[in-house]
């Protein structure tokens, strides 16, 4: 299923991402990309 950025944000925000083993590259630059459009560049994980 495809989510629109601002609900993956939420999820990522959410769910925090230490509950995901390891990160590619790739992914960590979009939670970056995600944090800077729609967090003000904050990512906050509970």
């Known amino acids: ?3 629109p950025a601002c609900e993956a ?8 991402v230490s509950s995901i083993p390891a990160l590619t590259e ?3 630059q979009l939670i970056r990309d995600l944090a800077a459009t729609y967090g003000n560049g904050v990512l906050l994980v509970s």
């Open 1 to 3: 299923m495809i989510r």
């Open 26 to 28: 790739r992914e960590v």
């Open 9 to 16: 944000f939420a999820l990522y925000e959410r769910n925090g």
